[in-house]
């Protein structure tokens, strides 16, 4: 699993008009092949009355599968902007559909690759990025006397609480980024004197936002 990396937040949509040609960018978060071609073909007929849907997705830790549509347009000059703005974005996991409603004015092979990629780039901007870091689940179990101390420690520092659970004893998780768990560990200890129970939980991906 990779420590970190870049994706869309959720599904959205922008539209801009250049040279009086519509272009609307459908943006969405998927993790398989199947999802990202269903993607394309619900857009497609949504606007099956479109001039073009061109698309391009990337998916997998190492972005095994990708691809590009030109769905019409001059080869070379939709799917493949496309995929690039994705590229050099660092995405993954995310395909975009560029929805062309033709305007009357022919934009040539340069003016439709730029406006392909002003679409996506604009598209990616309006649904914004986050940033997916693997962490682990630490359970920290203490006695009620250290709650205040360490909850303060946790807040000040680039840890995020999960839940605090009143128990017996006070047991708060705590998502760590997964190349800290161990200073983290040290980093209790040494603040509760010894006095405390760590317990590694679930892997899990926490997301931030980026744009």
Not at 12 to 34: D, L, M, P, Y
Not at 200 to 207: A, C, D, P, R, S
Request: hydrophobic share 35%; proline share 1%.
């Amino acid at each position: 699993m990779l420590s970190h990396y870049y994706t869309v937040k959720e599904y959205g949509e922008h539209e801009i008009i250049i040279q009086k040609s519509r272009f609307i960018a459908h943006v969405k978060r998927v993790e398989t092949e199947a999802a990202a071609q269903e993607f394309i073909q619900e857009i497609k007929k949504k606007h099956w009355n479109a001039t073009h849907n061109c698309s391009a997705y990337l998916i997998g830790e190492h972005d095994q599968i990708q691809k590009a549509n030109d769905d019409g347009e001059p080869s070379g000059t939709a799917g493949v902007p496309i995929l690039e703005v994705l590229k050099k974005r660092n995405l993954k996991d995310t395909v975009v559909v560029v929805t062309r409603y033709f305007g009357g004015i022919k934009l040539g092979a340069g003016g439709l690759i730029r406006a392909y990629g002003k679409s996506t780039s604009e598209g990616l901007d309006a649904v914004g990025i986050v940033e997916r870091k693997l962490t682990q689940v630490v359970h920290v179990k203490i006695d009620y006397t250290w709650l205040g101390k360490i909850e303060k420690e946790l807040r000040a520092s680039e840890h995020k609480i999960k839940e605090i659970l009143y128990l017996d004893t006070v047991e708060i998780e705590t998502f760590v980024n997964d190349h800290l768990v161990e200073s983290f560990r040290d980093w209790m200890i040494e603040l509760t004197n010894g006095q405390c129970t760590l317990q590694q939980g679930e892997t899990v991906y926490l997301e931030e936002s980026i744009s």
